[in-house]
């Protein structure tokens, strides 16, 4: 298994243990997550990508693999992707550099 899929595993893992323990809060998160991400005017694609490119600029490594996934579960292709991960680079400089890389490297390991 690659480590993209075992670290989404354990990002899973952690936040299913964060909903049952609080349950409410949780909740209303993905309810929040749910109704961002849902198709509009915007694919869910394109919102996955600005979510990923948020947090390559943001530095946040679990984020960029579970907003990586989401965006290959809605059918983002690894070109747009990188179009992406160009508009996260320009907003963050060389650490965002750092973090796009580790984010194409998901990106080719999700398969």
């Known amino acids: 298994m690659s480590q993209a899929k075992e670290k989404l595993e354990r990002i899973n893992t952690r936040l299913v243990s964060l909903f049952k323990a609080e349950r409410q809060t949780m909740t209303a998160f ?62 963050a400089g060389g650490p965002g550099a750092v973090y796009a890389s580790k984010a194409l490297q998901a990106f080719d390991e999700l398969g």
């Not at 929040?32 to 600029?57: C, F, H, N, W």
């Not at 579960?73 to 690894?78: D, E, F, L, P, V």
Request: include cysteine; charged fraction near 25%; proline fraction near 3%.
């Open 30 to 91: 993905k309810s929040l997550s749910d109704s961002a991400a849902r198709p509009g005017t915007l694919s869910p694609a394109i919102k996955e990508l600005t979510a990923m490119a948020i947090a390559v600029a943001t530095k946040c490594d679990d984020c960029v693999v579970y907003h990586t996934a989401a965006a290959k579960k809605h059918g983002a292709t690894r070109d747009e992707f990188c179009e992406m991960l160009a508009v996260a680079v320009e907003m």
